[in-house]
């Protein structure tokens, strides 16, 4: 027999039976959907837009910055609150902060009692306006980006600040969060070395509740401790998907810093002259550190592929901090418990501030580029172009959208999202169809901005002594250092955009000013009125009417009295005649006709109001080339019973101003 021929019948049944195996096995191997992707996000505090080498940092030294710059979509339109605590909320919930309201850092604080008014219930007379209060938690009743990614079998964990939250009711384990490693939630760590308890004025008998944060080795810097938390969750979810809210403190203060880094930096010099202090390099180089192992943990575990990484900072660089005059360094003594720490940032950095963000205008805490341009790099192997760079607008309101889009998420029901998702951007295969992109800040120096292509618009609630035209007009595409106001010359276009302003506050219900019932416009009234303290505009204070003099009441951490009406040529001598209890240092600061702005140094000369209980005669010299335009006298924040008989200036050729108070009565 022929075992090599097999009957017809035979045959057909064994094809038959082979094309339905064939055909079983197929169709139980068809591809399977790519498994949901992990989800990083590595947030920086007070991270400038020009704070690494990928863009354009010549001092710091970041280099895996670069090498994710690299792999990634680089962003050179990515925008910012110009505060930390309304970007993370926006993170968060995918909304404009007037909507969900955290327009402030204040998640420190006490939330307000329920049911209170957003609207404090009476301001100062000097004041026109009256400003709704910032929230200082992330509203429970909003359905989070750690809740959606939850609910949809995703691990969550949070390491590092919070700030949206002084009670455990709003800490992250109540906003989607199954892991959170997280100190109290004030601006900047208790301390960045272990113990980490100690309370961050420096005290070591001032404990601080900590969260959940547990110490470890004394000495342990936090930067590296996150990361090894990070990595240990990480670790322990690699085989499921994962969403990492890894939000650094560095760089904030109280500026913790690797004194090794430190001293070699100190030795170096920025070609540009812009950014030379050591410390923020130290600091940043401990980040870059951090990003650097996470970096290779991805890879050696195998998750690089399937991560969609972000990288970001959540207002711009830090420009006023540690100047003289400001806050952290007036009136600081040996004994205070920010003795050491002042001591230690002079040796260091001496008169500098943080950082440098130019070509950008100003920095953290305005609503100019300086303070809300920030970094943005987007890592997705396979689906973002490495290398690639994009100059769409872009913001904190976006990152909800686009991360759920990317783990095939749909927005939750009846949750209002503001931002679009990035992914068409990302995979270059379409733009944006917002028509307009907002920054809401009724604070510090209160307006809202609007950019639209390469315009932008800012509209300020009320004239500010640094600030006296309620709207500026750039075209950031000719001016990014924002140096030429064209509202004059555009008010079509500033039409235009004030339109687009309307529109954005009634469909956000964002929280506008209100006219103060009790304002008193003598107060601030023009010049030649018959009120003693006209053309001077309190800022941070009050003004008091005492017997023979002005009473000052402080109410800020940097109180100070502007004047546009001193309009003197060369050098100008002021001479305050003052008196105060407790004294301290004080600062005058200036700006001349041709400067739309005051420049970061330079134009400050300090003083220092002796403690006493007799009138003190203070003069200083303002060594004026051009014709001065405001002028602002701060005063000694810490000061006590701060008292004004006069304040006198005199300028070349004998042209005097002055305001004389020793004849007010009460």
């Not at 920030?374 to 607008?393: E, F, H, N």
Request: net charge neutral.
């Amino acid at each position: 027999m022929n075992t090599h021929a097999l009957p017809a019948t035979w045959l057909s049944v064994i094809v038959t039976t082979l094309m339905t195996w064939t055909t079983t096995h197929l169709m139980a191997a068809d591809p399977v959907p790519a498994a949901k992707p992990n989800v990083v996000l590595f947030l920086v505090d007070d991270m400038g837009w020009m704070d690494s080498t990928p863009y354009g940092s010549q001092y710091y030294e970041t280099p895996n910055m670069q090498r994710l710059q690299r792999q990634s979509m680089r962003f050179t339109n990515a925008y910012a609150v110009p505060l930390c605590s309304p970007t993370r909320a926006s993170i968060l919930t995918g909304q404009y902060s007037s909507r969900h309201r955290v327009t402030s850092a204040s998640g420190h604080q006490p939330a307000a009692p329920a049911g209170a008014s957003p609207y404090p219930a009476k301001v100062p007379a000097q004041r026109p306006l009256i400003y709704a209060n910032s929230k200082n938690y992330l509203d429970p009743g909003l359905e989070s980006l750690a809740e959606v990614l939850r609910d949809a079998g995703y691990r969550t964990g949070h390491f590092g600040k919070w700030h949206l939250g002084l009670s455990q009711q709003h800490w992250p384990e109540r906003h989607g969060f199954e892991v959170a490693f997280h100190a109290e939630p004030s601006p900047g760590p208790a301390s960045y070395f272990s113990p980490y308890g100690v309370h961050r004025t420096g005290n070591p008998s001032g404990k601080h509740h900590v969260g959940t944060i547990t110490d470890g080795p004394d000495g342990e810097y936090i930067t590296n401790r996150l990361t090894d938390e990070a990595i240990r969750f990480v670790e322990a979810h690699r085989n499921e998907p994962f969403f990492l809210n890894f939000w650094h403190y560095a760089v904030h203060g109280p500026w913790g810093h690797k004194e090794a880094y430190t001293k070699q930096f100190a030795e170096k010099t920025d070609p540009l002259g812009r950014q030379n202090n050591p410390i923020m390099a130290s600091m940043l180089q401990s980040v870059d550190e951090s990003l650097g192992r996470m970096l290779d943990k991805f890879d050696q575990l195998g998750l690089t592929d399937n991560t969609l990484f972000i990288f970001y900072s959540d207002n711009g660089g830090n420009t006023h901090s540690n100047v003289p005059g400001s806050r952290q360094m007036v009136n600081i003594k040996p004994g205070h418990p920010k003795w050491e720490f002042v001591q230690d940032w002079k040796k260091w950095a001496g008169d500098q501030p943080p950082t440098n963000n130019a070509p950008l205008r100003e920095g953290k805490g305005r609503i100019y580029e300086g303070g809300q341009r920030v970094p943005l790099m987007v890592r997705w192997p396979g689906q973002i172009k490495p290398g690639s760079t994009s100059d769409a607008v872009v913001g904190p309101i976006d990152l909800y959208p686009t991360i759920l889009q990317a783990a095939g998420l749909e927005k939750p029901d009846g949750h209002v999202v503001d931002g679009e998702s990035l992914l068409p951007v990302l995979k270059q295969t379409g733009r944006l169809n917002r028509q307009a992109y907002f920054t809401w800040f009724p604070h510090l120096i209160p307006a809202v901005s609007v950019r639209q292509g390469d315009w932008k618009l800012i509209r300020r609630f009320e004239p500010h002594p640094q600030y006296p035209e309620t709207r500026e007009l750039y075209n950031l595409k000719d001016d990014i250092g924002e140096t030429q106001n064209l509202a004059t010359m555009r008010p079509d276009r500033v039409a235009e955009l004030d339109g687009l302003i309307d529109q954005f506050v009634r469909d956000t219900g964002a929280l506008y000013p209100k006219p103060n019932p009790d304002y008193k416009a003598d107060a601030t009234a023009t010049p030649g009125s018959s009120d003693v303290t006209s053309g001077l505009v309190p800022r941070m204070c009050q003004l008091v009417k005492s017997e023979g003099a002005i009473r000052v009441v402080i109410e800020g951490r940097t109180p100070f009295l502007g004047t546009a009406q001193v309009k003197s040529t060369g050098p100008i001598t002021l001479t305050l005649r003052a008196r105060a209890s407790a004294g301290g240092q004080g600062k005058v600061q200036w700006k001349t006709a041709g400067q739309t702005t005051f420049p970061e140094s330079g134009q400050v000369v300090s003083y220092q109001l002796a403690p006493a209980a007799q009138w003190q005669d203070v003069s200083v010299e303002l060594p004026l080339k051009d014709r001065s335009s405001v002028i602002r006298l701060y005063l000694p924040a810490d000061a006590a019973e701060l008292e004004i008989q006069s304040i006198r200036f005199r300028g070349a050729g004998g042209r005097e101003t002055l305001w004389d108070f020793s004849g007010v009565s009460r």
